[in-house]
Structures are given as C-alpha cells and as structure tokens.
C-alpha cells in the first residue's frame, strides 16, 4: 500500500452537499479501490479539507481523486507520501 495526501478546496457547489451520508458514499469510493482512509481533517486556511489515504497505488489515487471531484465537486491535489521514518532511511542510503 502506499499513502497520499489529498488537500481538497472546496467550491461553492461542493459547500450546498455536505452531509455525513456524502462523506460515507466517498469514504466507501476508496475502499472500493482497494484502500482506506488512515485520517481526514476539516481544516482553516487555504484548503478546507485534508485525507491520508492508503491505497494500492497512483492509479488507485489518480481514480479516487477524479470519484472525489464527481461526487462532492471538491478539487484535491493528491501527492504521493512517504512515512518519515522511511524517508530518513531513503535519505541515509544515498
């Protein structure tokens, strides 16, 4: 499995569904693709919404983040994460 930060900024289409049963029908999307919401935060800034996804890979991510888009209207950019830990070991081995 591999983990992807989705950072969502929503429109104001996105902003007339929210709704408990709308976050279900998304979270049940990425499990469909094989993977699993690790955590999802509302957040104040400059994007309103941020997920930890674990899915099976970038294609996996690629077709979340598209299901996303058609289903809330909210744009995410989804990037590839590395756990810091490994990191440090990658960084280490160069």
Same mark, same amino acid.
């Given at each position: 499995m591999?983990?992807? $930060?989705m950072?969502?900024?929503y429109? !104001?289409? #996105? $902003?007339?569904?929210?709704?408990? %049963?709308?976050?279900?029908?998304?979270e049940?999307?990425?499990?469909? #693709?094989?993977?699993?919401?690790?955590? %999802?935060?509302?957040? $104040?800034?400059?994007?309103?919404? =941020?997920?930890?996804?674990?899915?099976?890979?970038a294609?996996?991510?690629?077709?979340? #983040?598209?299901?996303?888009?058609?289903l809330?209207?909210? !744009?995410?950019?989804?990037?590839?994460?590395? =756990? $810091?830990?490994?990191?440090d070991e990658?960084?280490?081995?160069?």
């Open positions: 591999a983990s992807f $930060l950072l969502g900024k429109t !104001n289409e #996105s $902003l007339e569904g929210i709704s408990a %049963a709308r976050t279900r029908k998304a049940q999307l990425v499990t469909e #693709s094989g993977g699993e919401i690790k955590a %999802a935060y509302a957040l $104040l800034g400059f994007y309103d919404i =941020a997920l930890i996804v674990d899915l099976p890979g294609e996996e991510a690629a077709r979340v #983040s598209l299901a996303f888009y058609k809330t209207g909210i !744009n995410f950019t989804t990037s590839p994460a590395v =756990a $810091l830990e490994r990191f990658l960084a280490e081995s160069v």
